[in-house]
């Protein structure tokens, strides 16, 4: 069975930087889209990019540009979320999650657990 778990995140300061890991197993993570998420308290689930089967990203919101990036290491079995220049806005669950197709899809079906970013000073 398919399996995603998120891991890194953490309490940093303003201005600082984390990497998140979703780890995949069940499948290989260059053979279906991915994609990261996140859900402050109070707010609803909020796309942040996705990564297609074939490598290209996909800018889900505005709010992360220039900051957040995608990668994936096909060895390791693991998408990357690398956040810099963090503000206390992006506190929230961070999740990883596909629809088990090989484009970013709008509909995400299979999620991880999660994994708690906190930005604060």
């Known amino acids: 069975q398919l399996q995603l778990v998120e891991s890194g995140g953490g309490l940093v300061q303003p201005g600082g930087s984390l990497r998140l890991s979703c780890a995949a197993s069940?499948?290989?993570?260059?053979?279906?889209?991915i994609g990261w998420f996140r859900q402050a308290p109070g707010k609803e689930r909020e796309g942040i990019l996705c990564?297609?089967?074939?490598?290209?990203?996909?800018n889900y919101a505005d709010s992360v540009k220039g900051r957040f990036t995608i990668s994936r290491d096909n060895a390791k079995n693991t998408v990357y979320l690398q956040m810099n220049s963090l503000k206390p806005e992006d506190t929230a669950i961070y999740y990883c999650?596909?629809?088990?197709?090989?484009?970013?899809?709008?509909?995400?079906?299979?999620w991880g657990q999660g994994t708690q970013v906190t930005v604060s000073s």
């Open positions: 999650a596909t629809s088990l197709r090989s484009y970013c899809a709008r509909v995400y079906n299979y």
């Open positions: 069940g499948f290989q993570v260059d053979a279906y889209a």
């Open positions: 990564i297609s089967s074939s490598g290209g990203s996909t």
